[in-house]
C-alpha cells in the first residue's frame, strides 16, 4: 500500500537520521549503532558482523516503520480523530511507539539493555513524536481516502 509505504519511508529515515546525530553527539558512530539495531535479532554477535549486521539493522529498523505506519493507518480507519487531528494525534502516537519500542520490543529482543536514563528518555520521546508520529499522522492523512 503507498501510503504505509510512503509514511514508514518518512519516519524510519527521519528517525534515523535523528538517531545517528544525537548518538553521534554522545560519541556512537552509524555503522555500530545499526548493528545495535540487528542485535535485537542476533544478540551480541552483530557487533562482529561488519557492514552485513549494519544493513540487517537498517532492513530492522525500516521493517519497524512500516509497522508503525501500517498500525496508525490501520488506527485512523477507525478513529475519524486521528485523521483531523493528525498533528496532535501523531504526537500522542509518537509517544505511544516509543514506549511499546522501550518497554515491550527491546525487552523482548536479543539486544542488549541499557541503564534507564531520564536523558535520553526526553530525547528519544522527542525524537518518536517529531520524527515518528507526526510524519506518519501528517502523511496518512496526505496522501489517504477517508
Not at 44 to 57: E, F, K, S
Request: net charge positive; with cysteine; proline share 5%.
Amino acid at each position: 500500500m503507498p501510503v504505509i509505504f510512503g509514511a514508514g519511508l518518512i519516519a524510519g529515515t527521519l528517525d534515523i537520521i535523528a538517531a545517528f546525530v544525537v548518538y553521534g553527539f554522545f560519541g556512537a558512530k552509524p555503522i555500530p549503532l545499526l548493528q545495535g539495531i540487528a542485535a535485537g535479532l542476533i544478540g551480541p554477535r552483530a557487533r562482529n558482523g561488519g557492514i552485513g549486521t549494519a544493513a540487517l539493522g537498517l532492513v530492522c529498523h525500516f521493517f519497524i516503520a512500516f509497522l508503525a505506519a501500517a498500525s496508525y493507518f490501520i488506527l485512523s480507519r477507525w478513529l475519524s480523530a486521528a485523521r483531523r487531528h493528525a498533528v496532535v494525534s501523531g504526537a500522542i502516537y509518537g509517544v505511544i511507539v516509543y514506549f511499546v519500542m522501550n518497554r515491550i520490543v527491546v525487552p523482548l529482543s536479543a539486544a542488549r539493555k541499557f541503564p534507564f536514563s531520564w536523558e535520553m528518555m526526553f530525547i528519544g520521546l522527542a525524537i518518536h513524536i517529531v520524527c515518528v508520529g507526526i510524519p506518519i499522522a501528517v502523511a496518512t492523512r496526505r496522501f489517504s481516502r477517508a
